[in-house]
């Protein structure tokens, strides 16, 4: 899946996640789609790296650096310098996820 067929799924209908897509890529899925509790479920759910680093992002959205900060660290990754929005650190967890 490209980033774009992402983005595409994403607007699309139902609200699934598109068959195929998993762990971390399904939790910024929902995400996008404004549903949080689920997006944290599947980033929870998803033991890698890249689980920590969306369950990372999700509590630096939700403005819980604290916790933020100790996902980011089990990610392996430094939690984004001021000035880097949500929108842009999704786009690159998302591209990372679905290019991989």
């Not at 971390?24 to 996008?32: N, P, T, Y």
């Not at 990610?75 to 967890?93: C, F, H, K, N, Y």
Request: charged share 20%; proline share 4%.
């Amino acid at each position: 899946m490209t980033f774009a067929e992402f983005n595409q799924s994403i607007a699309g209908d139902p609200a699934q996640p598109p068959a195929g897509l998993r762990g971390a890529a399904v939790a910024l899925w929902h995400d996008a789609r404004g549903d949080w509790d689920a997006a944290h479920d599947a980033a929870q759910a998803d033991k890698s790296k890249a689980g920590s680093w969306v369950h990372a992002y999700l509590h630096r959205k939700e403005g819980d650096a604290a916790n933020a900060g100790y996902w980011y660290a089990l990610a392996g990754r430094r939690m984004p310098a001021d000035g880097v929005t949500l929108a842009a650190e999704w786009e690159q967890i998302a591209r990372a996820l679905v290019s991989a």
